[in-house]
């Protein structure tokens, strides 16, 4: 294998992780992966604190050993001159509004669901009321958006709908059946194509 190629340290149950995956497939960038398990702390050994300090995945170390964390900064960087992010200044203003949403509304809510139900195996009793409520609203908020729209900005596909679409197609592992929101469903189906990707098992 290449010294050249960028090395990816990432769980792949996660969404987060996913994106950079996504993202270095679509555009054919290499890569070797390093699995590394949240659930077995091994975000948490000092070798892995020496190359993210923040103990999070994903985190990427470019071929010039210069390493790289949040999920949708090294998305940034890979797609850096492609289409996935749009010329136009507007649109790509708009890209980055959603970028950030995602990462302060919807990640916090859809994904942390997901965690404490399939990783954590915590009765819906035993969960923060708060994250159904929020999750309905962000979906809600998404189907309203996506009504006579293929993707979130352009018309075309960009990072924001790889950023949203990571954990809104386990949204169902989250406790949110996307039968409720079919606009969002119907654009999961339509990202996941465009990217290549499976639909997750059980969905
Ligand atoms: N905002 C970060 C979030 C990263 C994150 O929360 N990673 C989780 C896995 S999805 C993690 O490594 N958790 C382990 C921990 O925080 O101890 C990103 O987008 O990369």
């Known amino acids: 294998m290449s010294d050249r ?12 992780c996913l994106k ?21 702390a091994e ?13 999070q995945v994903p985190v990427v170390v470019l071929p010039d050993g210069q390493p790289l964390a949040q999920s949708n900064a090294i998305m940034l960087f ?25 990462q302060y509304s919807h990640e ?7 965690f404490q139900k399939v990783f954590l ?36 596909l960009s990072l924001a709908d790889v950023a949203l679409v990571a954990y809104t197609r386990f949204a169902g592992e989250a406790g949110f059946d996307l039968v409720r929101w079919p606009h969002v469903a119907g654009w999961v189906g339509r990202v996941e194509a465009a990217l290549g990707l ?3 098992e059980g969905r």
């Open 78 to 102: 890979l797609a850096e001159g492609s289409d996935l992010i749009p010329g136009d200044r507007v649109d790509r203003a708009l890209m980055f509004q959603w970028l950030f949403w995602e």
């Open 108 to 114: 916090p809510v859809i994904a942390v669901r997901r």
């Open 121 to 156: 195996g915590k009765p819906d009793a035993d969960i923060d009321p708060l994250l159904l409520s929020r999750g309905e609203r962000v979906l809600g908020l998404m189907d309203a958006h996506l009504a006579g729209r293929s993707y979130f900005v352009g018309d075309r």
């Open 43 to 55: 975000t948490r050994t000092s070798d892995f604190l020496a190359i993210n300090p923040a103990g």
């Open 20 to 40: 950079v995956k996504f993202v270095a497939d679509f555009l054919g960038i290499p890569y070797r992966w390093v699995e590394t398990s949240v659930l077995k």
């Open 5 to 16: 190629m960028m090395t990816v340290w990432g769980d792949s149950r996660s969404g987060n």
């Open 198 to 200: 499976m639909p997750p």
